[in-house]
């Protein structure tokens, strides 16, 4: 079943190339059946790239989607033109009042600074706050998972020596847990951040759960013990070239980063990047969708609704 999106989405080109199944607003209206209602906050600066990335992934799964973009009304995007925030994106005050069933809140190239210098902090923190009564569950991505760790159970992001970049190995921990079912022992997923969470403080929260981990990378994949949240820190939505894309770009910035990590062939940045991940990020996302999306919510969104009162505009 195909993901509903708006007829005229970037997006869509690349993933019908890929056979993807996307199906305009027109035609979904015609279908009798309730579409699981996504919203997705995209906090990265390069939208189109993301808003591909993830919609690739949400439609690998028998569901039909609804997506909704969301972005900051706090902050101004320099990557991304006004005409494409207007047209497909939305902001908090246009979505408060509404309920769905799953909500993505994506990573952003802000880890350096302490989460209350970011801009669009207090803007984050109310729909985080929100999520909590008007969606049913959460997926947090990288710098996303860090912040919600923070603002949720107070546990603090540890800069790093140095970016960590590449792809990494993590080990399952609980194989039975459902959102890692068709798993196998390891899998690779891509990281790309300067900070990380201890895995003691994760263990010191009794509602929350490891389900992953890497020795190199350290805390994986998190979970709330309630299915309603979870902390992915790694980036399994990237493309074959993002980490790629990435290193020319801090080349050119003159930042001298390292080699990204177990990507390049020989480490020689000059080689096509072997695709390991995919499979993995596939079953990453159809399992939160179908264990703890599709078959948790209930039919009648509205019974989750809860006014959420809305702060005086200074």
Known sequence: MPIKVQSNLPAIKVLESENIFVMPDEVALKQDIRPLKILILNLMPTKIATETQLLRLLGNTPLQIDIELLQMASHTSKNTSPHHLTTFYKTFDDIRDNTFDGLI??????????????DYWDELCEIMEWSKHNVYSTFHICWGAQAALYYHYGIK???????????????????????????DDEFKIPH????TVSLDDIKKQPGLELLAVSEMAGPSVICNRTGRQFFVT????????????????DLSKGIDPNIPYNYFPN???????????????????????????YQATPYDLNSLFVKFPRKPKK
């Open 105 to 118: 809140i994506t990573g952003a190239p802000v880890e350096q600074l302490e989460f209350e210098e970011v």
């Open 157 to 183: 992001k540890i800069s790093l020596e140095e970016k960590l970049s590449g792809i990494y190995t993590h080990k399952v921990v609980n194989p039975f847990h459902p959102l890692m079912r068709g798993f």
């Open 192 to 195: 790309s951040r300067y900070t």
């Open 234 to 249: 790694g980036h399994a939505e990237y493309d074959r070239e993002t980490l790629a894309n990435e290193y020319y770009r």
């Open 267 to 293: 480490d020689d940045a000059s080689l096509t990047p072997p695709m390991v991940w995919r499979s993995n990020a596939t079953l990453l996302y159809t399992n939160w969708l179908n264990y703890f999306v």
